[in-house]
């Protein structure tokens, strides 16, 4: 489905990606996670075709990315990226803008309008659908950039931290269903880049961890469990594989278990 192939990325002072390869299967739901400045969101915009690696590359459903311009718009035909600060029209109202998004990738205008409408209720934009976008806080703007990675229905979705941005506990809540829902189908393959463990458990299929630029680990909950040697919660599993010594401080300052 998704064939990352020994990947090297750098932006001219150091390497953020290290030969890394990764396959995804169809369906699956696959979340990047690591430190800040590890390469996460680096991955993922060279997945979604919006960087091209300094070596290697990306195959999607057989076709490589950047290779020739028929394949690469076959591939845009299929993929949808939400990166962690979406470009947004600031004159353009919520209501217009959607409906805009979905015509790229050739929605019949019927199913557009009534998608747009029930997005714009599922994240409680309903008051502030006819305003222009840039008078909208920076939590609603999330919520619309996140409609239009929505309303196009892509059967490959790449998102960069799609619970950031200012989201507020109802907008998390909505995105969390909808996401789970999308992760019931065996037609939509989800790569997400987030740092928020609580917020991965329950829906990844499995989980990739990025440490200085490497795929150290790709793997279920229940897989990473065992390789951390922890029984407990995606957090506490995570807190180990990433940083052991903080890990060990953690259990000694409570009596030598994780609270």
Known sequence: MIDVVNVTHHYGVRPVLRDVSLHIDRGEVVALMGPNGMGKSTLLGIMAGILAPYRGHVEIHGRRRRRTPEEELAIRQEVVYLPAEAWLPKGRTPR?????????????????????????????????????????????????????????EAPVMFLDEPFSGGLDPSGIAALRKVLQSLAARDDITIVMATPVPELVEGLADRIAIILDGRVTVCDTLDGLRRIAGVEGPLEMVYERLVSPESSRKIESYFGGKQP
């Open 96 to 152: 217009e803008w959607l409906p805009a998004v979905g015509r790229l990738w050739g929605i019949d205008d019927e199913r557009l309008f009534e998608h747009t409408e029930r997005l714009l209720n599922l994240f409680d934009l309903e008051k502030e659908a006819d305003s222009p976008i840039e008078s909208l806080s920076g939590g609603q703007r999330k919520k619309v950039a996140l409609g239009a990675a929505l309303i196009v």
